[in-house]
């Protein structure tokens, strides 16, 4: 069965770095869309960005842009989000996500497969 597996979270001061990998398994890697979102407590879960099957297109929402980067190794079946100059309000779930026919890249409903989440805590 598909598994989408992430690692990487933690607790960071407000300004650091964190990176996240999303390992998968279970499906052909190389031709889906991949996702990460993030949600914290009280709040629904939200897009952070998105890559291409080959990387040719990223997608980040606007509070990340300059921040994050999103990228992939198709070799190695792992989706990664690269953090940089964190922020308390960034702290969440951060959860990677699966799909091969997207229609919006920034739904989470039209996302077909999810990892557990790791989470991401970024004191001030």
């Known amino acids: 069965q598909v598994q989408l597996v992430e690692s990487g979270g933690g607790l960071v001061q407000a300004g650091g770095s964190l990176s996240l990998s999303c390992a998968a398994s279970g499906l052909t890697f190389s031709s889906y869309t991949m996702g990460w979102f993030r949600q914290a407590p009280g709040k629904e879960r939200e897009f952070v960005a998105a890559i291409s099957q080959s990387s040719d297109y990223t997608y980040y929402t606007h509070s990340v842009k300059g921040r994050f980067t999103i990228s992939r190794d198709n070799a190695k079946n792992t989706v990664y989000l690269q953090m940089n100059s964190l922020k308390p309000e960034d702290t969440a779930v951060y959860y990677c996500?699966?799909?091969?026919?997207?229609?919006?890249?920034?739904?989470?409903?039209?996302?077909?497969?999810w990892g557990q989440g790791t989470q991401v805590t970024v004191s001030s």
């Open positions: 996500a699966a799909d091969s026919g997207l229609r919006r890249i920034d739904a989470p409903g039209e996302y077909k497969y």
